[in-house]
């Protein structure tokens, strides 16, 4: 059976559109040094996803952390076509957003909803920054 | 996109961010996709932190530049940026980078690092930002003056114009004051605002504090004790000197993040808050700092010398010539500062009176963003807190500190 498509609004701070299933961690995500531009893999020991690869996925997690170079971090993985769809945080903070800038990634924060806790990794997600909203489908059991 | 509309100024949908429709028409790509592409970073930045509009600024510093930071990603940034066209409007220096741009061989820079180091610099030069190589720009021509906006870096420059100079600036990493740089602008919010500005915490120095290397550590100590908070710092009677005040800032930054501080009679801004109304007192006392100074400084023997954290001033240069006088150091010394005042220390015979005692004295860099591990330096003494933290982290090097004539000592004598 189909499940119910959810609709939520949040602020859209990288305008576009993006779909693609989620990928949740809990973790602030550290793009240098704990993700692998080359691959799109998580490299950071010890982390929630280690070993997940973000590539093409909506990628949800509370905020950046870490050194401010992780801006072009994201911007190589745009370059070398191992970045993520989209992104959505619970609040984003200048590292994360300054790196979507560039590397043209859609993002969007401060939605009604916490993401983390209402989505899980698997469900397929669509981004509508433009016009500060998402849609979700959770994935079938 | 939407469409920019009249009358001049346009709110982007349900946000707060007002643009002027020149703004509006950057960031619809009517100047190019490099300016569309800085005028985005700077839309979502006054997003995020609910700035109501953009403020045309004075002066841009730009950090991030060395190659062993910002490596391949952040080459291939700059690169495409200057490639679609970016050009910079108005004065824009940069942060030290990995190497002397000059002399990087006689070093042990290696040369695939040389490389790429040269080809930010050049990308960077085409987009119109000069080649200053420090993180001291208010020692170069151009100082700024009292209220005027900035967007700047370097974290020990951002609080200096702010502290000292009465300036003011946010902290802008990454690519974002690169931005500034491009527009000319900066979003209104953070120490762009004056209500921001004012002090949180009173800080009473009860010991003396007496030269650069105890202003160092009280700024680290400071730092580190009260994150967050914007200190008012009550000091003893004293000399007290810019090369105090720029290591002060420098080593509070560092542990803290602070990006402004207030001393009375010296903090331009420090008479216009009322003082009486601060909740909270900390007290300062020598053993804080000789604790401070514990937690830096291992037990090591150093292989090099090194001063110039932050750059050193012609000031400080003029007196490590004075000590360098007819001697011979028997320890590597290594003297960091800007190619300006290099050039003037030059012009003195400062730099050949330290060069002939056997010191370098090197511009456009740092030993913290050297690769200092790829030049077979592990063991580094220095009269720099902030140095002492950054080098087992960044070179992986071990650090030791001493104030600038123990560090002096210590190259000439070997102990």
């Known amino acids: 059976m189909r499940s119910m498509e959810i609709k939520i609004k949040g602020r859209g701070l990288i305008h576009g559109i993006a779909q693609g299933e989620a990928l949740v961690t809990s973790q602030p995500i550290s793009f240098l040094g704990g993700v692998d531009p080359k691959t ?35 911007f190589a993985m745009a370059k070398n076509g191992t970045k993520p769809a989209g992104i959505i945080n ?25 993401p983390i806790k209402q989505i899980d990794t698997g469900d397929f997600v669509i981004i509508n920054s433009s016009e500060g909203l998402i849609k979700f489908k959770k994935k079938e059991t | 996109m939407k469409k920019p509309k009249s009358p001049t100024i346009t709110k982007r949908e349900s ?21 569309a592409t800085a005028m985005r970073l700077l839309v979502t930045m006054g997003e995020i932190f609910d700035a109501d509009r953009l403020i045309p600024i004075k002066s841009a510093q730009i950090s991030g530049i060395s190659y062993k930071t910002i490596g391949d990603a952040g080459l291939e940034f700059i690169k495409d940026f200057s490639r679609l066209g970016a050009k910079t409007s108005v004065y824009t220096s940069i942060n030290p980078t990995g190497m002397d741009l000059d002399n990087w061989k006689e070093i042990g820079i290696p040369e695939d690092f040389a490389i790429n180091q040269k080809k930010i610099i050049s990308a960077l030069n085409e987009i119109g930002v000069e ?6 720009p208010y020692l170069l021509e151009k100082i700024p003056k009292y209220g005027e906006h900035l ?9 200096y114009a702010n502290s000292v100079l009465g300036a003011m600036t946010n902290r802008e990493g990454g690519p974002i004051a690169l931005a500034s740089a491009i527009i000319g602008k900066t979003p209104l919010y953070g120490f762009h605002i004056k209500e921001n500005r004012k002090p949180t915490i009173s800080i009473d120095v009860q010991d003396e504090i007496k030269n650069e290397l105890d202003f ?30 720029k290591t002060l800032g420098a080593a509070m930054a560092t542990s803290g993040g602070q ?29 804080d700092l000789n604790e401070t100074k514990e937690a830096l400084s291992q037990e090591i023997d150093p292989d090099i010398v090194f001063i110039g954290c932050p750059h050193c001033s012609i000031e400080e240069i003029e007196e490590i010539s004075e000590i360098s006088r007819g001697i011979r150091f028997v320890k590597k010394l290594y003297v960091c500062t800007s190619r300006h005042v290099w050039k003037i220390a030059k012009s003195k015979g400062y730099i050949d009176k330290i060069e002939k005692a056997g010191g370098r004295v090197l511009k456009d860099t740092c030993m913290v963003v050297t690769p200092l591990e790829r030049m077979g330096i592990s063991r580094v003494m220095t009269n720099s807190s902030k140095a002492a933290y950054y080098l087992p982290t960044l070179c992986k090097s071990k650090a030791c500190l001493r104030d600038l004539k123990g560090c002096m000592n210590y190259a000439i004598n070997g102990n």
């Open chain 2, 131 to 136: 080649s200053t190589c420090t993180c001291t």
């Open chain 1, 40 to 74: 799109g893999l998580i490299i950071e020991h010890g982390h929630e996803i280690e070993g997940s690869n973000i590539t093409k996925k909506i990628l949800i997690f509370p905020n950046g952390k870490g050194s401010t170079v992780g801006s072009y971090t994201l």
């Open chain 2, 151 to 159: 967007a700047w870096a370097e974290s020990s420059a951002v609080i």
């Open chain 1, 90 to 114: 619970r609040k984003t903070e200048p590292i994360i957003a300054a790196g979507c800038a560039i590397a043209k990634i859609p993002l969007i924060d401060n939605l009604e909803i916490d």
């Open chain 2, 15 to 35: 946000r707060t961010l007002y643009l002027t429709a020149e703004e509006e028409k950057i960031l619809n790509r009517e100047s190019g996709e490099a300016a």
């Open chain 2, 216 to 245: 160092s550590l009280l700024g680290f100590y400071i730092g580190k004790k009260v994150s967050g908070e914007i200190p008012l710092i009550n000091l003893p009677t004293g000399f007290i000197n810019n090369i105090f005040l």
């Open chain 2, 259 to 287: 990006a402004i501080y207030h001393i009375k009679d010296i903090t331009p801004e420090s008479k216009d808050f009322k003082q009486e109304k601060l909740r909270e007192k900390i007290t300062v006392k020598r053993y």
